[in-house]
Structure formats: structure tokens, C-alpha cells
């Protein structure tokens, strides 16, 4: 055999291994719900079942309340909450992935009043092109490097425009579009607003609706491209380079908890309420075309729980029902998981629910801190295996790299996912 032939051997045998460790430390998570925004992961490759013994701890460090996620960047993490001394603050933590170690905070001023459920904040930081956006209970915008934490711009929503808190605060995620970052404040004229990310300027607001506690998501259909919001009062589509309202759905939701964010697929925008069920949106051919295309109040009842979508079916969790199945264009109830397996029932019952891959695996994170690896399918709930990981939790956690890292009221940690 020639020399060139094992120079080409060993350039391949390279580009192999290559391979293997970039599919081997998965995906970062930068963001609410993950890349992607909807709830998916390219994961590396899980076992069927978690060891008997469980899983390794790698590190845990003591942190303040807060209903937020966390997001995974490079070699560091990123999360908001709320120290309780000497006074009522917000602390933005950025932490070394590896060891937990402290790399940057920043801490501002944040008096919750009576603010109901007022343990911290509820929103997951946005991460893109090394900066860091977030987006505090009572309005505080930030922008910082997300190397050293540096303040680039900062917003007050509350001492500005003269937002209004809802009774939980607000809690919607910030959104990257282009050039903007768009939040969700409820301020006068502005229910949804435009920043220049890079400077904080404002470019657009839109809608005259309150605040409610949900992520917009930016959608593509038939080749324009539109911000989804679920405002308390409607479903909306907006033209996210001016915030011009496309089409509006009317639906007035109860103590305006409008919090799942909303899919859309097969050219359709899905939202489920806790009291007033959910409704599928059929978009038209025209960016202001949309209508109601059904609604469901029996088994589509969602509170916090993100649903999720694959190959024409929905998974959601209700609130009396447990997890449910439902081919999604027609309506159709495929099974309901009234015994409750995957989360505990309860008032407000609670599951992260995450696709990995592009296979009918989920890894889920309930309310009890179990970690779960199932698979969702029209035919059932099919359960592998769970260990737990935490205490009670409400928090959605971030998956990255080899490991998956999760955190509630008093306590951030990291799990390894793999041997």
C-alpha cells in the first residue's frame, strides 16, 4: 500500500474521532427550552436505564430562590436568583460548568412588595454572540459580556414605562430576532417590546394587552417570518421588525396565567390554559391570515408544563388528567395517564418534558426532582427508568455537554448524564 493511501487513512481516522467528540459533548443549551427553543436536545448517546447506584454529582453549590432555568454556554453556566440578605435584591450568577465556581455576579436592587410566590425570578437568561440578556421579576433588562459579566445596557421597565407586574411578576424569557431582543413587560402601549440588543434602544412596541408569563417564539410560514405571543387577552402574530400585529385570536384567560409557550407546527399555533383549555390556530396563506381551527377543554388543560410535538401528535400534561396524547391537526384523544406515573398529581402539577434526538426518547425532570428516561408515543407512556436528582423543583433545567444541571430555592447542581 502506498503512503498516500495511509495519509488518507489516518486524515479520516482524524476527522472520525473528530466526529465522535463533537456528537460525545452534545449540545450547549443557551436559552429557554434549549437551542432550538422547542424543547430538543441532540443528546450523546444515554443508557437505556440510570445505574442502580444513580447518578454522579459532580458539583452543588448553595444558591437563592427563583423559579428561572438555567442556561449552558462554553464552560459556563447562567442563572438569576434572589439572595435574601442584608436587603430585597436580584443576583444575575454566572458559574464555571466544570467546578460551580463563581465567575461573575451581578446584583441590583429589587423590592418584591407582596408579590405572590415572591421567592425569585422566574425567567431563563438568553445567551448569543457572548452576551447575556435577562429579564427580571419587576421589568430589569440587562445586557452583560458573558465573559466577565460587564454591564453593556440595562432597562428598567417598572421605574420607566410604567409597566405593570402581574400578580406571579413577570416571567417571559428573553427573545434574540436579528438585531433585537425582544421581552415581554405589559408597559403602556407595550405589551411585547423591541431592544436593540447591542445598545438597548428601543425599536418597536406593540399591543395594548397586560402582561402575562409566557415566551413568544419567533415562527417561519410560507416564507415570512413572525413573533407568536400569548398575551392574557389574544394569540397573536406580530412582524418582528416592527411589531405591526398581523393577526389577533382572541382568548381571555383567568387570573391571566397565559404561561406554556406556544407551538407551532404543520402550519398551526397551539397554546393550552389551565382553565380554559387549549386552541390551535391555522395560519393562512397571507402573513395576516389566521383562524381558529379547534379548542379543547377536557384533557388539554396546562398550567407551567411545556408541551411537546413529533411526527402529528401532542404530549401535554393536564392538570387533572395527567400526561395526555393527542393527534394534533384533528383533535383526537389518543390516551391519558390517569395514574399519574410521570409527575404527582396536584394543583399545579409540574414535568420538564425534552425530545432527544430525534427519536421518541424523552428525558423529563419532574416536580419531585426524579430524572426520568421514557418515551413518548400515540400508543402510551413507556417509562425506563428514574432517579432522583433534587428536591422538589419548579425550575426547568439546562442539558449540556455530558451532563444535566438543575437547581430550586436553595441549591444549584450537576449531574453527569453518562459513565
Known amino acids: 500500500m502506498s ?17 465522535g467528540l463533537l456528537a460525545a459533548q452534545a449540545e450547549d443549551w443557551p436559552r429557554w427550552r434549549g437551542p432550538r427553543g422547542d424543547g430538543t436536545w441532540q443528546a450523546p448517546e444515554l443508557p437505556k436505564r440510570w445505574p442502580e447506584t444513580g447518578l454522579q454529582q459532580v458539583w452543588k453549590q448553595p444558591i437563592g430562590g427563583g423559579y428561572g432555568g438555567i442556561s ?124 436593540d440588543r447591542k445598545t438597548g434602544a428601543e425599536v418597536w412596541r406593540s399591543s395594548d394587552d397586560p402582561a402575562g408569563y409566557g415566551t413568544p417564539i419567533i415562527i417561519s410560514h410560507n416564507g415570512n417570518e413572525q413573533l407568536v405571543c400569548w398575551s392574557p387577552r389574544h394569540i397573536l402574530g406580530l412582524k418582528p421588525a416592527d411589531g405591526t400585529i398581523q393577526w389577533s385570536i382572541p382568548y381571555e384567560v383567568q387570573y391571566d396565567v397565559s404561561i406554556a409557550t406556544p407551538i407551532f407546527r404543520d402550519g398551526i399555533v397551539f397554546v393550552t390554559g389551565y382553565w380554559h383549555g387549549a386552541k390551535a390556530i391555522e395560519l393562512g396563506d397571507e402573513p395576516d391570515e389566521a383562524k381558529l381551527l379547534w379548542e379543547e377543554n377536557r384533557h388539554l388543560r396546562g398550567l407551567m408544563c411545556q408541551p411537546l410535538y413529533r411526527d402529528g401528535y401532542l404530549y401535554s400534561l393536564d392538570k ?10 384533528e383533535c383526537e384523544k389518543m390516551w391519558t395517564d390517569d395514574k399519574h406515573r410521570m409527575t404527582p398529581r396536584g394543583r399545579n402539577p409540574q414535568a420538564n418534558l425534552v425530545w432527544l434526538g430525534d427519536t421518541n426518547r424523552v428525558i423529563i425532570l419532574n416536580a419531585e426532582g426524579d430524572l426520568i428516561l421514557a418515551r413518548l408515543t400515540p400508543e402510551g407512556y413507556d417509562e425506563q427508568s428514574r432517579t432522583n436528582i433534587i428536591d422538589r423543583t419548579w425550575a426547568h433545567p439546562a442539558f449540556a455537554g455530558q451532563h444535566v444541571y438543575v437547581r430550586n430555592d436553595n441549591e444549584i447542581l450537576c449531574v453527569r448524564l453518562t459513565e
Open 3 to 19: 503512503v498516500k493511501f495511509f495519509k488518507q487513512l489516518a486524515i479520516a481516522a482524524a476527522l472520525m474521532m473528530g466526529w
Open 72 to 195: 449552558v454556554v462554553g464552560d459556563r453556566l447562567y442563572v438569576m436568583d434572589r439572595p435574601t440578605e442584608p436587603e430585597q435584591v436580584e443576583r444575575v450568577l454566572c458559574l464555571n460548568c466544570t467546578t460551580g465556581e463563581k465567575m461573575w455576579e451581578h446584583i441590583y436592587a429589587a423590592d418584591y412588595g407582596k408579590l405572590e410566590y415572591g421567592n425569585g425570578p422566574r425567567a431563563t437568561p438568553t445567551v448569543f454572540e457572548n452576551r447575556v440578556y435577562t429579564f427580571g421579576t419587576l421589568g430589569y433588562t440587562h445586557c452583560f459580556d458573558a465573559d466577565d459579566g460587564t454591564v453593556i445596557w440595562s432597562h428598567d421597565f417598572l421605574g420607566n414605562d410604567d409597566a405593570t407586574v402581574p400578580e406571579w411578576g413577570l416571567s417571559g424569557s428573553p427573545v434574540i430576532w436579528k438585531n433585537l431582543v425582544i421581552v415581554h413587560p405589559g408597559a403602556n402601549g407595550g405589551c411585547y417590546v423591541a431592544l
Open 320 to 329: 387533572n388528567r395527567g400526561l395526555v396524547c393527542f393527534q394534533f391537526r
